[in-house]
């Protein structure tokens, strides 16, 4: 069942957007975050912000350049960083289509697993059923 509200167990990782203070609160240690929130919307000294837009902007990652993504989240792994959280979901969703996204996805999880890091993954309630029953057997 989808979730709404609190982080409830270890083993729930495809969580509610609105539960994203929560997880950053909740979650010890560092973060990579991937957000379409601008740097400095957040005030946690523990996460590494990979902003995805596609204003140009020293901070942004366009988000079509996927593998910019994947290796600034490998980069943070191979320094010890314990979480990794896609809270971008739908919009790579839509810039990069279904099939892509959800290889994108898979990635994250695999590099996660491989490092003995956590990896969460936020969408919002207007999410397709059979897409997030796909995105909950990649993650979960």
């Known amino acids: 069942m989808f979730l709404r509200g609190k982080v409830h167990s270890e083993t729930q990782r495809v969580l509610d957007y609105r539960d994203l203070p929560a997880i950053l609160r909740h979650l010890k240690g560092e973060k990579v975050l991937i957000t379409r929130k601008m740097p400095?919307?957040?005030?946690?000294?523990?996460?590494?912000?990979?902003?995805?837009?596609?204003?140009?902007?020293?901070?942004?990652?366009?988000?079509?350049?996927?593998?910019?993504?994947?290796?600034?989240?490998?980069?943070?792994?191979?320094?010890?960083?314990?979480?990794?959280?896609?809270?971008?979901?739908e919009y790579l969703l839509l810039e990069n289509g279904l099939e892509r996204t959800l290889r994108f996805v898979g990635k994250l999880r695999d590099m996660a697993l491989i490092s003995d890091a956590n990896f969460y993954v936020t969408v919002s309630g207007g999410?397709?059923?059979?897409?997030?029953?796909?995105?909950?057997?990649?993650?979960?």
């Not at 919307?41 to 593998?67: C, G, K």
């Not at 999410?127 to 979960?140: A, F, G, S």
């Open 40 to 89: 400095g919307e957040f005030s946690y000294p523990d996460v590494i912000h990979i902003w995805v837009t596609r204003v140009r902007h020293p901070q942004a990652v366009e988000p079509t350049n996927l593998h910019v993504i994947e290796q600034r989240v490998w980069d943070s792994l191979s320094r010890g960083t314990r979480n990794v959280i896609l809270d971008a979901f």
């Open 127 to 140: 999410i397709d059923n059979r897409v997030l029953t796909m995105l909950k057997r990649i993650v979960e």
